[in-house]
């Protein structure tokens, strides 16, 4: 009789059928924590309508950023002292619990708790799968397989304004309202994720006596959260606000009182400051929260340029952002392979940085009103391509800068700072968007009104009866702000004439953000160049395989 999983006796390694299930359990986990980071995009204006709360509407992406956020680094420094297969368990069933809540709502406040719950289950499905595989493959073959994570976490993060502008779209479906799907497709996928890890992925007991870092777990909590609310608020309450300024200090004395606690805690701290003392380690950490900020200011930035200026659906936004997933593969699978072989990663992070500069430089030059769709396709393949040149190949530098007992802790950092990177990208760079929008449309209108031909579309008694023309004509009335552009769902209704100063004022800002983002991919360029010259060597190499309980 051939043994069980469960069966097998202390000391046999896993063979490669059973690393290939557990991957499949793994990514399964990961797609549904990085799917979730974006799903929500495109579906919650028809949630907020739905639940009467469009003003509360942001807070239900802000729980999530938030928990998912704070909680990874907690995630990765528990499974260093319990173990990684009951902390990964763990997290997926309280995402699973999240999900049935989030799509069983009846409020906005409601579906922001659910989401915050979400979220503290989705914080240890992005730090704990790479680290897992980290501790069951060698570094020969870790670099290719974390390759795929790395696919698999591009692809789901730019496919989930596509699914969820789908479900949103539909009115029912099974009994049950179309958005609440965007949360219920989680179940089924989440419980085979479960499934196969609880069935195959058996690890060492471990239980290491350490203390936990409670107070530096307190502190981190206090420096996010703050800064994180203001990122995302900053733009609604206004950045020199009073609830403003009482984040900055939050955030600023959570700072303070992180690094303090965790030079107090020393080894046990929740992020020890002596792994930054590593040149590899600290420098991968700084690339990795500039890289994420590029790298969700670009997917936020091309969707929005496709609708806002081309006049395409979320959907339609959506499927054109396959080709960005096209370059991360390409990127990630390329990187994974000749690192496995080579053992050499320094040129990839160079390689990468230098590739996204080169592609925001051209997306702020060519993202006009009037350019082919075809020109954001082409662009994004590269944008892609640059990310999984970088992402990968710094998360294997981070994990084998640190020693073995610290793996988790390795891992979890390089996700923690690129999301603290993409929060802080997304909600900048959203921010800086309309600021100069609403600056810049004002200009173009006032502009357009000194032109015969453009005035004499505009006092045409045909054109300001049409229906479709009625907001275009109150946004005229009202002049242009960031009230004002809140809902542009009207724009590309209305008269293509009238409405060319907006979508050339919006065109421009687009562009001024990408020059933005090129100048912070251009500083991550030249601190690449800062990474050490050496092969990745793999540090659980003399010790025994991983045995199997």
């Known amino acids: 009789m051939s043994k069980t999983p469960t069966a097998r006796a202390a000391g046999e390694a896993l063979t490669q059928r059973q690393i290939v299930t557990v991957m499949v359990g793994l990514m399964l986990g990961m797609f549904l924590a990085s799917l979730d980071q974006t799903i929500v995009s495109t579906s919650i204006y028809t949630i907020a309508n739905d639940l009467d709360g469009l003003s509360l509407q942001a807070w239900a992406t802000t729980a999530y950023l938030i928990t998912s956020t704070v909680s990874t680094p907690l995630y990765g420094k528990l499974s260093d002292i319990f173990g990684r297969r009951p902390l990964y368990l763990t997290a997926i069933a309280i995402f699973l619990v999240g999900s049935l809540y989030a799509g069983s709502v009846n409020s906005m406040t409601e579906l922001a708790f659910a989401r ?14 790479l680290t897992i595989i980290g501790d069951i493959v060698s570094l020969k073959d870790r670099a290719k397989y974390q390759g795929y994570f790395m696919s698999v976490f591009g692809i789901s993060s730019v496919l989930g304004p596509v699914v969820g502008g789908a479900f949103a779209g ?19 996928i989440g419980l085979a994720a479960l499934a196969v890890v609880f069935l195959f992925l058996h690890l060492p007991a471990k239980h290491v006596k350490q203390k936990i870092d409670y107070w530096g777990a307190a502190a981190i909590t206090l420096a996010i959260v703050p800064l994180l609310l203001v990122a995302e608020q900053g733009r609604n309450w206004g950045w020199t606000s009073l609830n403003s300024f009482l984040c900055y200090g939050l955030g600023v004395a959570g700072i303070v009182w992180f690094l303090l606690a965790e030079k107090h805690a020393g080894d046990y701290a929740l992020i020890p400051l002596r792994l930054f003392r590593n040149v590899t380690f600290g420098l991968s950490s700084l690339l990795n929260f500039i890289i994420g900020i590029g790298m969700f200011g670009a997917i936020a930035m091309l969707p929005l340029y496709l609708q806002l200026v081309k006049g395409l659906t979320p959907t339609e936004a959506g499927l054109m952002m396959i080709t960005f997933t096209v370059g991360i593969l390409t990127g990630s699978i390329t990187a994974g392979r000749t690192i496995s072989a080579s053992g050499t990663y320094r040129i990839f992070p160079i390689m990468g940085t230098g590739i996204l500069t080169a592609a925001a430089l051209v997306m702020g030059l060519s993202l006009h009103v009037d350019t082919g769709l075809w020109v954001p396709g082409v662009i994004a393949v590269f944008f892609g391509m640059g990310l999984g040149f970088c992402m990968q190949p710094l998360t294997l530098a981070m994990q084998t800068s640190v020693p073995p007992r610290d793996m988790g802790v390795g891992t979890s950092s390089a996700a923690f700072f690129r999301s603290m990177g993409g929060a802080v990208g997304t909600a900048v ?57 809140n809902d542009t769902s009207w724009l590309h209704t209305a008269n293509s004439v009238l409405t060319r100063p907006i979508t050339e004022g919006f065109a421009y800002s687009i562009d001024v953000v990408m020059f933005t983002a090129a100048a912070l991919t251009g500083i991550a360029f030249l601190i690449s160049f800062a990474l050490p010259n050496k092969k990745l060597t793999d540090q659980n190499a003399a010790k025994e395989p991983v045995a199997a309980h």
């Open 116 to 129: 915050g719950v979400q979220g503290l289950g989705a914080g240890g499905l992005l730090a704990l799968a």
């Open 170 to 188: 539909s009115a029912n479906i099974l009994g049950f309202d179309g958005w609440r799907w965007v949360f219920f497709i989680n179940l089924p």
């Open 429 to 485: 760079f959203i921010s800086l968007l309309f600021s100069l929008a609403a600056s810049r449309i004002a200009d173009s209108m006032k502009s357009a009104m000194t032109d015969p031909a453009y005035l004499a579309v505009l006092q045409d008694p045909a054109v300001a009866a049409d229906p479709a023309n009625a907001k275009l004509y109150e946004f005229f009335q009202n002049g242009a702000s960031n009230e004002s552009l």
